[in-house]
Structure formats: C-alpha cells, structure tokens
C-alpha cells in the first residue's frame, strides 16, 4: 500500500505570492515514492503557482521543499531538474521551430549518456511521435504536443515527474490516449503529482489527492475519499459563486 512507501516529495508550509496578496497559505503536500497524486481545484487557485514554485521557477516567501531529503528551497530551476523534480509546464511547450527529435534530445541536456537509446524508448512509448519524428514540433497536434512534453521530461530522468494541465484543451479520444500513457508511468512505478481540471479522470487513476481552494489546502485523503467529499465539488462551485 502506498502508506507504507517512503516519502520521496514533501512540501511544508509554503506560501508565496506576486506581490501584496499571498497566492498560496502554508501548503503542506506530500508525494511517496510510486505514488501518483492528484491536485485538484477551481482555476485561480493557485495550483500552477504551487507546481512553479516546487520547480524552481517561482520564489517561495516561506516554507520548505524536500526531494528524498534534500532541500530544495531557493534552488535555481536547473538544479531542481538535475536533482529530479521535472515540470510539464502548462501548455507544453515545447519549441515550434525544433523537430520533434531535436525537441526530444533537448530533454537529455543534464544527463547525456545514452540519449539516442533513450529517445528509442520514447518514441516506443509515444508512436505518434515516431511518425512525426522529423517534422516542426509547431505542426504537431495538441495532443502530439503534450505526448512530446512528457517525452522531453522524461529523458532528464526525473524522480518525480510534475505535470500541469496536460489534457487542456485536448479531444475526449486524446485525452483518453494521454491518461492511457500517464496509468502507463504510474504502472512502471513512476511519481507522479498531476494537476489537471478533469479531476473524474485524474481520481480514477490516482492514489491520493488534494484538493486547493484560494491557495489552501482544504482536503486531502485517498483518490476514493476525496471523489466523494463534497469539498471538491465546492472548490469547483466556488469558482463561478
Ligand atoms: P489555472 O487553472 O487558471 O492556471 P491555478 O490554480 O493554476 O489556475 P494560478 O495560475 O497559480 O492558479 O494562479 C493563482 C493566483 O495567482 C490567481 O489569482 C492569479 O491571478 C495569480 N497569478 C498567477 N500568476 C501571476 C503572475 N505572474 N502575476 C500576478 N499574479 C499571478
């Protein structure tokens, strides 16, 4: 059970902001190793802002961040990626005027040893891309994008993979393809901590969850508690009340 598996993430009172007004309050969030864990909540609600911060990307006014025991806190964003915490970032992506290949080797930067065989595996893992292999990322799907995004993160290796929105703006069939490859990492017992809106189907594959309303966290329990606690359908509401 996953209870019993090491933490391998820990966030602990982390609060940030963009200026006056602090965007998250004391969030406290903890990823095992194995574990894929949803974060759940209204647009605004500070979800990109917490997956920035743990990536280097957004300075934390206070508070920690440890990956398998090392800080993390303050790290500048390239650091935080050799040390494996790597961000799908909203929105892909990826670079327009770059080949998919190029776009892939790109993720291998840090750790260059055995690139090509690594990108074989990717295009295993990802077909479509294969297909693809040498035209401008710019001409792909959005869908072709996104399997190109997690492909490009997973060639630095990353211990704890972050992804955030990776079905915005996709076809139901591809967003059904997209989670079909997420069950997959999580099924060769990869970390996963998964923002996405279509929080049905995020729960349906996670194993835990947390659900952020106004930059708090205001549940968290197992994929199974949090689908039925009415906190997350308020979360949702209380952004269009
Ligand atoms: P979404 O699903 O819309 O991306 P979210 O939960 O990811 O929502 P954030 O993007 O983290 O939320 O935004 C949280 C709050 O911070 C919002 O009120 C937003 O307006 C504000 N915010 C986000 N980015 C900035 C920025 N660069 N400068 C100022 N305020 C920002």
Not at 114 to 143: I, K, N, Y
Not at 174 to 193: H, K, P, Q, S, Y
Not at 201 to 226: C, P, S
């Amino acid at each position: 059970m996953s209870a019993e598996r090491p933490e391998l993430l820990g966030v602990g009172g982390l609060s940030t902001g963009y200026g006056a007004e602090p965007v998250l309050h004391a969030v406290d969030l903890q990823v095992r190793a194995g574990e894929m864990v949803a974060l759940l909540g209204a647009n605004g609600a500070g979800k990109s802002t917490l997956m920035r911060s743990l990536s280097g990307l957004h300075k934390p006014l206070q508070g920690g961040i440890h990956l398998g025991g090392v800080e993390l806190t303050g790290l500048p964003a390239e650091q935080v990626v050799r040390l494996g915490l790597v961000l799908v970032p909203e929105g892909r992506q990826v670079f327009p005027e770059l080949s998919v290949l190029d776009n892939i080797r790109l993720g291998a930067f840090l750790r260059p040893a055995g690139r090509e065989q690594r990108v074989e595996e990717m295009l295993t893992r990802f077909p479509r891309l294969r297909e693809r292999l040498h035209q401008r990322a710019g001409l792909l799907s959005g869908g072709e994008q996104q399997m190109l995004a997690i492909a490009r993160a997973l060639m630095s290796q990353p211990r704890v993979l972050l992804l955030d929105e990776p079905s915005l703006g996709l076809a139901p069939k591809v967003i059904a393809e997209l989670f079909a490859a997420l069950d997959r990492l999580r099924g060769e017992n990869m970390t996963l901590l998964l923002v996405d809106q279509m929080a049905a189907l995020a729960l349906a594959l996670a194993d835990r969850a947390y659900v952020l309303e106004n930059g708090q966290v205001v549940a968290r329990g197992t994929a199974a508690e949090i689908a039925a606690d009415p906190a997350l359908a308020k979360a949702y509401l209380g952004a269009h009340g």
